[in-house]
Nanobody
Framework: QLQLTESGGGSVEIGGSLTLSCVAS?????MHWFRQAAGKERQGVAR???????TYSNSVKGRFTISKDNAKNTLTLQMNNLRPEDTATYYC????????????????????????WGRGTLVTVSQ
């Protein structure tokens, strides 16, 4: 079974930066970052598919950068200009292209298509 291990969470001041990493135990075609704030639903943050196509949620576009190193089976999320509303537990997730999605990866935030989840890493942004 695929294992996903996140790291890099922590506390940062408003406007600060953090880099999250996720190491997969094997190659994964589609990789995602989700987040869930206390008392709120989980939401998709960024996604990179097997073609290298990247999608961001509107709330992080221009501030966060997702990247994937297939040689190292590593997914990274560079987060800049952090805001209090970015406070959440961030989850790395994996999926594969599926006929249910026309041979493509699940879209941003589509957790029905996710096959594996990391345990999460907490990011706290405060004044």
């Amino acid at each position: 079974q695929l294992q996903l291990t996140e790291s890099g969470g922590g506390s940062v001041e408003i406007g600060g930066s953090l880099t999250l990493s996720c190491v997969a135990s094997q190659y994964t075609a589609c990789m995602h970052w989700f987040r869930q704030a206390a008392g709120k639903e989980r939401q998709g943050v960024a996604r990179i598919d097997n073609t290298g196509t990247i999608t961001y949620s509107n709330s992080v576009k221009g501030r966060f950068t997702i990247s994937k190193d297939n040689a190292k089976n590593t997914l990274t999320l560079q987060m800049n200009n952090l805001r209090p509303e970015d406070t959440a537990t961030y989850y790395c997730a994996a999926s594969s292209p599926s006929r249910w999605y026309g041979g493509r990866c699940p879209g941003l935030g589509d957790d029905y298509g996710i096959t594996d989840w990391g345990r999460g890493t907490l990011v706290t942004v405060s004044q």
